[in-house]
């Protein structure tokens, strides 16, 4: 199973609160986990990724959550900012990240000022 | 490096009509692929190179759907004839052998056929 789950479709956080998007995937030989970021307009950019070895991994307001046991993994967003709205998308890949991206369908995020 | 450059940003055609898309990736990338951004489906890889050399096509929905990389800094994709379906946006991303894996898109050709 290739397929990559991810919720909400879509999000509405207050600025300066806490937005968490989850995903979820089947195949376990998934082993390099990247969150892209969308903005109107622009093409998906890496925003952060890490490998089932961690549990977490935080990039300053940015930390993934992995749990290998229930194969899932989220995005956390502290104290979100009006800059951050854009789409997200939680992406999965095989041999350490050099084999193609199966992407989950994305959330779109909106921080409220 | 300008970045992952696709032409032209925006598309519009009429049904039946030959459509190509046009891709520049980043300088001394050896993987590129072609996606498709719709509401519905989301990111759908297409297809995807490897040293100019196609390695996996099955996304690509219909023999109209065709691409090509004749060198390393060139790729395209046509569709021929093209449908309302088609309507999308289509993304060149590429990237390089390295811890990482990471991807770097393009951004984007919207396409519209009426």
């Known amino acids: 199973q290739q397929q990559v789950k991810q919720s909400p479709q879509s999000l509405i956080v207050q600025k300066g609160g806490i937005s968490i998007i989850n995903c979820a995937y089947e195949n376990t030989a998934f082993d390099y986990f990247p969150w892209y970021q969308q903005f109107p307009g622009k093409g998906p950019a890496l925003l952060i990724a890490i490998r089932p070895d961690v549990s977490e991994k935080k990039e300053g307001r940015f930390t993934i959550s992995f749990n290998k046991s229930a194969k899932q993994f989220s995005l956390h967003i502290m104290d979100s900012q009006p800059g951050d709205s854009a789409t997200y998308f939680c992406a999965a890949s095989m041999n350490s990240g050099y084999s193609t991206l199966t992407f989950g369908k994305g959330t779109m995020l909106l921080v409220s000022p | 490096d300008a970045g992952v450059i696709q032409s032209p940003r925006h598309e519009v055609t009429e049904m039946g009509q030959e459509v190509t898309l046009r891709c520049k990736p980043i300088s001394g990338h050896d993987y590129l692929f072609w996606y498709r951004q719709t509401m519905m489906r989301g990111l759908e890889l297409l297809i995807y190179?490897?040293?100019?050399?196609?390695?996996?096509d099955s996304g690509m929905p219909e023999d109209r759907f065709s691409a090509k990389m004749p060198n390393a800094s060139f790729s395209t994709l046509k569709i021929q004839p093209s449908e309302p379906r088609d309507s999308a946006v289509y993304f060149c991303a590429s990237s390089f052998f390295s811890e990482g894996g990471e991807a770097f898109f393009g951004q984007g050709t919207r396409l519209t056929v009426v």
């Open positions: 190179f490897n040293n100019n050399v196609p390695i996996d």
